[in-house]
């Protein structure tokens, strides 16, 4: 079992940055990937950013790149989703995930077994 928990979440301004973290206990190494999710209320879970463990590589949903970025710690198991130039539309609860799944890039939520608690971002136009 991983235990997944988030943090960093909260209110902005559009355009400003905001960056969350999410740290792995328990059997981490099981874990192939991580990734972020995001979910507005009435909407289905939608993929943001992925990082395949072993490799470091990264992969993003279309309406993300060149604005968020991935990254995970060195030595621990704990990843990072840096958000710049953010958008109201950006406003959602974001999720933290973790796969066992082998695979090139991991997009659907069906492919993670562990999710984390939730972290809420706003975004004020």
């Known amino acids: 079992q991983v235990q997944l928990v988030e943090s960093g979440g909260g209110f902005v301004q559009a355009g400003d940055s905001l960056r969350l973290s999410c740290t792995a206990s328990?059997?981490?190494?099981?874990?192939?990937?991580m990734a972020w999710f995001r979910q507005v209320l009435g909407k289905e879970r939608e993929f943001v950013a992925g990082?395949?463990?072993?490799?470091?590589?990264?992969y993003y949903a279309d309406s993300v790149k060149g604005r968020f970025t991935i990254s995970r710690a060195r030595a621990e198991a704990r990843i990072y989703l840096q958000m710049d130039s953010l958008q109201s539309k950006a406003t959602a609860v974001y999720y933290c995930?973790?796969?066992?799944?082998?695979?090139?890039?991991?997009?659907?939520?069906?492919?993670?077994?562990?999710w984390g608690q939730g972290a809420q971002v706003t975004v004020s136009s």
């Open positions: 990082l395949r463990w072993n490799s470091w590589s990264q």
């Open positions: 995930a973790a796969s066992r799944i082998e695979g090139s890039r991991n997009v659907d939520s069906e492919d993670y077994d562990w």
């Open positions: 328990g059997r981490a190494f099981s874990i192939r990937h």
